[in-house]
């Protein structure tokens, strides 16, 4: 009996170590086949299909944000005679809006889908929306604060959805053929070139400003819409892929 019970042991040593041995091997392979991964380059990140499109809106998207961010504080003093300080108050709720729009946005997409349609939906929205806070927004405290939120809502929401789930999305595209090298690459050509516009967007309302501010939110505006216009193939094949599914 004794010898039975240290055959057994013995048995479920062996099979234990194979099992262990066997996860090693397992683990080993799926780190070399990481290790064999390399980067992929500047121009392949760019023929991804999306990169591009994705790349430019996001370019107009954060120039519009990023306006608004450094220049609505001057535009509220001066056009509703509320002091500094107050004026700074009212401007922190773009931000605001902008919070909830980008949470809407995500789920929006992930409920849909359909990454693009939706920025384009927003970016359609947010241009009247510029247009009603430009004529209305220094009338009142109120319509002050409710036009900023909702300024903010509509534009920050395409930007923080491309600026995440967009770039994750292109990032492990299936043309890449599960690189996940790949991600930090077309992040960061999509995000550097946003980081553009939000560079260049503060300087050219600096110009343009001297010719009054209806001329700083036209710009504004037609960023918006340039940033829709390179979205429409992508909202295209969305909607065309989901037509042929339903």
């Given at each position: 009996d004794r010898a039975t019970e240290s055959s057994d042991l013995n048995t479920e040593s062996y099979k234990e170590y194979?099992?262990?041995?066997?996860q090693s091997s397992q683990t080993s392979l799926i780190s070399l086949d990481k290790s064999k991964e390399k980067p992929i380059s500047l121009w392949r990140a760019l023929l991804i299909p999306g990169v591009i499109e994705f790349s430019l809106c996001l370019f107009f998207a954060k120039l519009v944000s990023y306006t608004f961010l450094f220049w609505l504080p001057k535009y509220i003093h001066e056009k509703a005679n509320y002091d500094p300080e107050k004026a700074a108050d009212i401007s922190t709720l773009f931000d605001v809006g902008g919070i909830f729009g980008g949470i809407s946005?995500?789920?929006?997409?992930?409920?849909?889908?359909?990454?693009?349609?939706?920025?384009?939906?927003?970016?359609?929205?947010s241009a009247p929306v510029l247009y009603i806070y430009n004529l209305y927004g220094s009338l009142?405290?109120?319509?002050?604060?409710?036009?900023?939120?909702?300024?903010g809502f509509f534009v920050n929401g395409p930007y923080a959805l491309i600026t995440?789930?967009?770039?994750?999305?292109?990032?492990?595209?299936?043309?890449?053929k599960g690189n996940s090298?790949?991600?930090?690459?077309?992040?960061?050509?999509?995000?550097?070139?946003?980081?553009?516009?939000?560079?260049?967007?503060?300087?050219l309302a600096g110009v343009i400003e001297s010719s009054g501010w209806n001329n700083v939110f036209y710009m504004l505006i037609g960023s918006d819409i340039m940033a829709l216009l390179l979205l429409l193939r992508l909202l295209y094949k969305e909607i065309s892929s989901s037509l042929?599914?339903?």
């Amino acid at each position: 009996d004794r010898a039975t019970e240290s055959s057994d042991l013995n048995t479920e040593s062996y099979k234990e170590y194979g099992a262990t041995n066997s996860q090693s091997s397992q683990t080993s392979l799926i780190s070399l086949d990481k290790s064999k991964e390399k980067p992929i380059s500047l121009w392949r990140a760019l023929l991804i299909p999306g990169v591009i499109e994705f790349s430019l809106c996001l370019f107009f998207a954060k120039l519009v944000s990023y306006t608004f961010l450094f220049w609505l504080p001057k535009y509220i003093h001066e056009k509703a005679n509320y002091d500094p300080e107050k004026a700074a108050d009212i401007s922190t709720l773009f931000d605001v809006g902008g919070i909830f729009g980008g949470i809407s946005a995500g789920l929006l997409s992930d409920f849909t889908g359909m990454r693009a349609t939706t920025c384009v939906l927003m970016l359609a929205l947010s241009a009247p929306v510029l247009y009603i806070y430009n004529l209305y927004g220094s009338l009142s405290l109120a319509h002050s604060i409710g036009l900023s939120m909702v300024c903010g809502f509509f534009v920050n929401g395409p930007y923080a959805l491309i600026t995440t789930a967009v770039s994750a999305d292109l990032g492990t595209h299936e043309v890449l053929k599960g690189n996940s090298k790949a991600l930090s690459t077309v992040t960061a050509i999509i995000d550097g070139t946003g980081s553009i516009g939000a560079a260049v967007g503060p300087l050219l309302a600096g110009v343009i400003e001297s010719s009054g501010w209806n001329n700083v939110f036209y710009m504004l505006i037609g960023s918006d819409i340039m940033a829709l216009l390179l979205l429409l193939r992508l909202l295209y094949k969305e909607i065309s892929s989901s037509l042929r599914r339903s």
